[in-house]
């Protein structure tokens, strides 16, 4: 076993360690999984000079706490909470280096849901269809993390980056647009109904998780004399159950569902997507050149 290792003391509300998931398997029923917030979890790889595919820790609202085991260097991104070492605060987007037995613990992020910590050299998790992605829904990967379980690190690239502080722009709770374009089944939505998704300001509801954002507002109304068969869904999928509030399906989205995929959002807006907490608002626009159909 290699001598560098991350201890967990605590796992707050729910911690799991992704990657940038599984791609290229949904025509087997393996959805892709990996970081709800990709791109903060590259940037953490990126910081300690990692390929950006490493396995790191996804902490959702915080409360995790770690303990190193050797000489690690880390850096956390993603939702802003507030983390200290041996009780010193220390900053976000930036290099961290932790001795053997220093503690590292995040408080609850003042905006967005997930924090990034990735080390250098990797976690090794053991990996499952080539990936360490936790899947909440089908259970592939490692289980969420818990007390005691201790993470192997890989070995350390070569070099350091050039950089040890990544500028980032800050993370909101206020309301956030999401562009759109319409789904396959967008005709299942009456005219009034299509508008109405577009003028609404949604709210994301305490049930959403890496699954999906399950959002409340003025329901949707579909042409209820119509019967679907299940068909494939992927990430960034909008879809309205029958009671007409739609979901937005995220990471561990499942392969198939058997309501109307009526819009998807699109790729480069996902990761502000996974970021959205309770209470959040959305309002969803189409993407420019889509706006009609």
């Given amino acids: 076993m290699s001598e560098h290792a991350l201890e967990i003391i605590e796992a707050g509300?729910?911690?799991t360690t992704q990657d940038l998931g599984r791609p290229g398997l949904m025509s087997m029923g393996v959805p892709r999984s990996g970081a709800a917030d990709r791109d903060s979890l590259r940037l953490a790889n990126r910081l300690v000079?990692?390929?950006e595919a490493s396995v790191g820790i996804e902490a959702t609202f915080g409360g995790l706490?770690?303990?190193a085991r050797g000489l690690l260097t880390v850096a956390l991104t993603g939702a802003p909470a507030q983390a200290?070492?041996?009780?010193?605060?220390?900053?976000?987007?930036?290099v961290v280096r932790l001795r053997d037995g220093d503690v590292l613990a995040l408080g609850a992020p003042r905006a967005g849901a997930r924090t990034y910590l990735a080390v250098r050299g990797g976690l090794l998790p053991g990996l499952?269809?080539?990936?360490?992605a936790t899947d909440v829904l089908s259970g592939l990967g490692p289980p969420p993390l818990t007390i005691g379980v201790v993470l192997r690190v890989g070995t350390s690239p070569n070099a350091l980056?050039?950089?040890d502080l990544a500028p980032r722009p800050r993370l909101?709770?206020?309301a956030i647009e999401l562009p759109l374009t319409w789904g396959p089944r967008a005709d299942w939505l009456t005219t009034e109904s299509r508008q109405r998704l577009l003028d609404t300001a949604w709210t994301v509801t305490p049930t959403s998780n890496r699954i999906g954002l399950r959002l409340s507002g003025d329901p949707l109304d579909t042409h209820a004399d119509r019967e679907l068969l299940s068909e494939g869904l992927g990430q960034g999928a909008i879809q309205?159950?029958?009671e007409g509030r739609p979901i937005l399906f995220l990471s561990d989205h499942p392969v198939t569902g058997g309501y109307p995929v009526v819009a998807v959002v699109d790729s480069t807006a996902i990761d502000a997507a996974g970021q959205a907490v309770p209470g959040q608002t959305i309002r969803f626009r189409l993407s420019r050149g889509r706006a009609t159909r």
């Fill in 172 to 174: 909101t709770n206020s």
């Fill in 84 to 94: 200290r070492r041996n009780g010193q605060r220390v900053a976000h987007n930036s």
């Fill in 128 to 132: 499952v269809l080539g990936s360490g």
């Fill in 13 to 15: 509300p729910l911690a």
């Fill in 65 to 67: 706490k770690v303990r």
């Fill in 161 to 163: 980056p050039d950089i």
């Fill in 49 to 51: 000079g990692n390929p």
């Fill in 240 to 242: 309205v159950p029958r």
